[in-house]
């Protein structure tokens, strides 16, 4: 069927490195794709997103990367920082489905002092 | 503050009981919508308003109804909780319709649990 999945529940990284958090769909026909931060006891908090024309587009220490050859989108995360910490999911907008988002699973991030 | 706030946060109740989940925003967003988020299957879409008195399902409606008769408001019903309705409850609201660069705001959560 179709999803939007993550390849990874975990990954735990150190503090000042740098994170990639990847997202695999299956659904070619889709407007844009979002990445959220969800911290523990929280709603979801939008980071950036990324339209189904680019290929990438940059944040105040994120970066989202579309390659829709493969089907997978990634978020990079600069630097890390303990605040980092949290759970992402990717979402996604598609054409075919009025205004509706269809979300990842969700990895933990994990950022070690 | 701008924010979207849900009541209540927690909620025990019983199987047919009826209960309303009660969302509003204070930023006239035209966009709201319901997500229901349980373990391994991340966060779902229930129901979402373009605009009042316009609603419409998302993936997973079943068992829920909502109502928009005010632009801020957007009440989840459920009419007879049933245990498989236990779940973590978010609203969210935009500006407009889902869109490239449009903020879906989240309220705080209601975290349910059905007997």
């Known amino acids: 069927g179709e999803s939007v999945g993550l390849h990874l529940p975990t990954l735990s990284v150190q503090e000042g490195d740098n994170s990639i958090i990847n997202c695999a769909y299956s659904n070619s026909a889709s407007d844009y794709f979002i990445w959220y931060k969800q911290e523990s006891g929280k709603g979801p908090q939008f980071i950036i997103d990324?339209?189904?024309?680019?290929d990438k587009r940059q944040g105040q220490r994120v970066t989202v990367l579309l390659n829709k050859t493969v089907k997978h989108l990634s978020l990079q995360i600069a630097a890390t920082q303990p605040g980092d910490s949290a759970v992402y999911f990717c979402?996604?907008?598609?054409?075919?489905?009025?205004?509706?988002?269809?979300f990842g699973e969700g990895t933990q991030l994990t950022v070690n002092p | 503050e701008a924010q979207v706030t849900q009541n209540p946060r927690y909620l025990i109740t019983v199987t047919g009981k009826k209960l309303t989940v009660t969302c509003s925003q204070n930023?006239?967003?035209?966009?709201m919508s319901w997500y229901r988020q349980d373990p391994g299957l991340g966060l779902r879409q229930i129901y979402y308003?373009?605009?009042?008195?316009?609603?419409d399902k998302g993936d997973v409606p079943e068992g829920y109804k909502v109502s928009r008769k005010e632009k801020r408001n957007f009440p989840l019903i459920l009419e007879s909780p049933s245990p498989n309705q236990t779940s973590l409850y978010f609203c969210?609201?935009?500006?407009?319709?889902?869109?490239?660069?449009?903020?879906?705001?989240f309220g705080p959560g209601t975290r349910l649990l059905v007997l």
């Open positions: 979402a996604e907008k598609r054409a075919t489905s009025g205004s509706r988002l269809t």
């Open positions: 930023m006239n967003h035209e966009y």
């Open positions: 969210a609201s935009s500006p407009r319709d889902l869109a490239f660069q449009e903020t879906q705001y």
């Open positions: 990324i339209r189904s024309n680019m």
């Open positions: 308003s373009m605009n009042v008195e316009v609603t």
